[in-house]
């Protein structure tokens, strides 16, 4: 029997499969230049670039957070910021093999709008309705006001209609628009009845004009008694070692010039304040602590509200910071007399004596600072400050 031969058969299968190799080849695309740059929660969709490649293939991308963004074919729509990653993935053609590149997008969240110039006028219970119109933003969202205090004042829309005396916190809202976010920034309206009441006259003959605010009367001006309301003359004390031992009643004009008391009071020793009740005219008396706090929330309740009851301008105070002297308090830089008998602080402090006491020893008293800053303090009873009264 004759045997059958089987190389030709193996070579010719050889040859096949080395022939289909070589006219298949699978070439690499080499993608690149697939690069994000960062982006912005709020900002409108954009279109994402196909990166650069030898293929013909066409392209699709996904996300890896469909929360932070979303894709429709090449159209990408923000969510949220955060970061995420963007895959480029092209299909294979002409020769080609399917291949994909990814990118980084970073997304920032919005941006706070620059809200600025939201500045209240003070205003009185007689002032007309107003629109509120000095707040700038870089946003557009839309703006809206809300008041805190309804028995202050009233906000419709932007136009404040005034109900009474006191403070009102207005709250200016922006709408979240864009790359901005939503944001309010506040600001305080502060409205009184500045009533001037009627003129007071001390033992001296002295004749000061009063003011109503809220439920207290209070001297427009500072106390300037050479006596006693029984007459009893209080102790002038000028040298500087007296005033240093003085025990009991005493005053002094500043730098004992009696041009500059007449124009800012007398200064007096806590022991003049402390006379049985003598110091202050018949219904009238040197206010507490308590009292002074009242007048101090009335204001608006915190250290910077004492250009409301500042002089306004530069005829007595060293500089013009703005003081609107609201309240019609009008108070005076009339320094003060250290326990050692010097004197210091003209034009750039206010210094008045409470009727109250500490454990200490020592006695409180309010201080205004040519900036419109006021806060209590307390002090060594030897020291010389300003008188202003209260009716009772």
């Known amino acids: 029997m004759k045997k059958r031969s ?13 022939c289909q190799k070589e006219s298949n080849p699978v070439q690499s695309p080499e993608l690149s230049d697939f690069i ?17 490649s030898k293929s013909s293939g066409t392209f699709s991308f996904k996300t890896s957070d469909t929360s932070m963004i979303t894709i429709q074919e090449n159209l990408v729509i923000i969510r949220k910021n955060g970061t995420c990653v963007i895959t480029a993935i092209q299909q294979e053609a002409e020769g080609f093999r399917k291949d994909s590149i990814k990118a980084t997008l970073v997304i920032s969240p919005r941006l706070a709008p620059m809200l600025t110039g939201f500045v209240i006028p003070d205003k009185k219970v007689t002032d007309p309705p107003f629109i509120l119109t000095s707040l700038k933003s870089n946003s557009n969202g839309e703006i809206t006001f809300r008041s805190n205090n309804a028995a202050v004042a009233v906000v419709t829309g932007s136009l404040i209609t005034i109900k009474g005396a006191g403070k009102a916190i207005i709250t200016a809202y ?3 628009s864009g790359i901005y976010s939503a944001y309010s920034i506040s600001a305080d309206l502060f409205v009184t009845d500045a009533l001037i009441a009627e003129t007071l006259t001390d033992v001296d003959g002295n004749v000061y004009k009063t003011v109503k605010l809220g439920n207290q009367t209070w001297m427009m001006e500072n106390l300037r008694t050479a006596h006693y309301r029984d007459k009893t003359p209080i102790q002038n004390v000028i040298g500087n070692s007296d005033w240093s031992t003085q025990s009991s009643g005493a005053y002094c004009t500043y730098n004992n010039n009696p041009e500059l008391g007449k124009t800012y009071g007398f200064l007096y020793n806590w022991y ?3 006379n ?7 219904g009238w008396h040197i206010p507490t602590n308590a009292e002074w706090n009242v007048l101090y929330d009335y204001i608006g309740g915190d ?14 105070w060293i500089d013009d910071t703005g003081a609107s002297n609201s309240t019609k308090f009008t108070g005076l830089p009339g320094g003060k007399r250290n ?18 006491t500490n454990s200490t020893g020592t006695a409180q008293y309010y201080n205004l600072y040519v900036k ?5 303090a307390e002090s060594f009873k030897n020291l010389g400050y300003s008188i202003r009264c209260i009716k009772d």
């Not at 034009?347 to 009727?355: D, E, L, P, V």
Request: avoid cysteine; glycine fraction near 12%.
């Open 339 to 356: 326990g050692n008998g010097t004197y210091e602080n003209l034009s750039y402090n206010a210094y008045w004596w409470t009727n109250t």
């Open 276 to 282: 049985n009740h003598q110091l202050a005219p018949q």
């Open 36 to 52: 994000l740059g960062g982006v912005r929660v709020g900002e409108p969709a954009f279109l994402l670039t196909h990166p650069k």
């Open 272 to 274: 003049a304040v402390n």
């Open 372 to 376: 419109g800053y006021i806060e209590v």
């Open 174 to 176: 922006q709408a979240q």
């Open 303 to 316: 250290r910077y509200s004492g250009s409301k009851i500042q002089e306004s301008g530069v005829s007595h």
């Open 6 to 18: 089987y190389t030709p058969i193996f070579f010719l299968l050889i040859s096949l499969f080395g």
